[in-house]
């Protein structure tokens, strides 16, 4: 049986520049797609995988987000009083328990690699997730419970992947694949941000990962790649060196919430699924006389 995972690690020390002003007094993490924050889409998908405990790695001015998680006693006894005791319920059951969350912070904006690595005492020695929260999942079920159940059949590391255009390759982690195994496959090499024309395939990593706790090791000692930050993808190229290493391949859709079009992408797909908007923006849409 393999070890199973309980802990997710959620990067949220970003600064959000893309969004600015947006982003200039609100974490990026806090932007809402439809009625939710962003970071609220991922730690729902950690959950509904059968996370036990997140951790997220913070930085300067996102207090916003615990604040976010915690339990808002003012709100819940207002709205009871109110006799909205079914949204007090949802908000109720949507909160982490007692225990459940963790917030450490990165200090310097030192990559994605260090980030995960701030987190190291809080995971310990077992395996764990990671999910970057501008990548917003759309599936059924979601995407880490994609990966948990190839987890249970191949173990090893995993990360999700999923099929881009040759034109933004140059954006993303990029993999090389070998043999299928279940619902997984292998990976046989990957690089962070190819320049353009020079990219393996066309699969790109996602922002969801199922690694082991050796990978915290190598984060210790990794020298700086891509962009002059510490990147998880050359740490994750070391890994797979001496450990088992699959892709799984996301059946939904990823919105990149990092990028103005992905959010707005997402936004307009998600209020496609919401009942109480979505009439009213398909008659929006289909009325644009473009
Ligand atoms: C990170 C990873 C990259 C991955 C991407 C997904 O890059 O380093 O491999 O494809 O997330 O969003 P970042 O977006 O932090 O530059």
């Not at 947006?22 to 970071?39: I, S």
């Not at 997140?54 to 808002?72: A, M, N, P, S």
């Not at 987890?151 to 990360?159: A, K, M, S, T, W």
Request: charged residues 25%.
């Amino acid at each position: 049986m393999v070890k199973p995972v309980r802990k997710a690690v959620i990067p949220v020390a970003g600064l959000g520049t893309r969004f600015l002003p947006a982003t200039k007094a609100t974490p990026k993490e806090m932007l809402t797609v439809v009625d939710r924050p962003v970071v609220q889409y991922c730690v729902d998908e950690a959950f509904e995988a059968g996370i036990e405990h997140v951790i997220f790695v913070t930085g300067r001015g996102k207090g916003l987000i615990e604040d976010h998680f915690d339990y808002q006693y003012e709100l819940d006894s207002t709205l009871r009083s109110r006799g909205k005791e079914a949204a007090a319920d949802k908000l109720d059951a949507e909160t982490p328990g007692a225990g459940q969350v963790s917030f450490t912070r990165q200090q310097k904006p030192l990559g994605l690699g260090h980030a995960v690595w701030c987190a190291r005492d809080i995971v310990g020695d077992e395996p764990f997730a990671v999910l970057l929260p501008d990548m917003v999942m759309d599936g059924e079920p979601g995407c880490l419970k994609q990966m948990m159940d190839a987890y249970e059949e191949v173990g090893g590391n995993i990360i999700s992947l999923q099929e881009t255009s040759p034109e933004l390759t140059h954006k993303y982690g990029i993999v090389s694949t070998g043999e299928e195994k279940g619902k997984a496959f292998e990976i046989t090499g990957m690089v962070e941000k190819p320049a353009p024309g020079t990219a393996p395939s066309n699969l790109y990593i996602n922002g969801r990962y199922i690694l082991q706790p050796g990978l915290m090791e190598l984060l210790a000692n990794q020298s700086t790649g891509a962009g002059g930050e510490i990147q998880l993808t050359d740490a994750m190229l070391t890994m797979m060196e001496t450990e088992p290493f699959y892709g799984v391949s996301f059946n939904g859709r990823t919105y990149d919430c990092g990028s103005k079009f992905g959010f707005l992408e997402a936004n307009i797909m998600l209020a496609l699924k919401h009942d109480d908007v979505r009439d009213e923006v398909r008659e929006l849409i289909a009325s644009l006389d473009l």
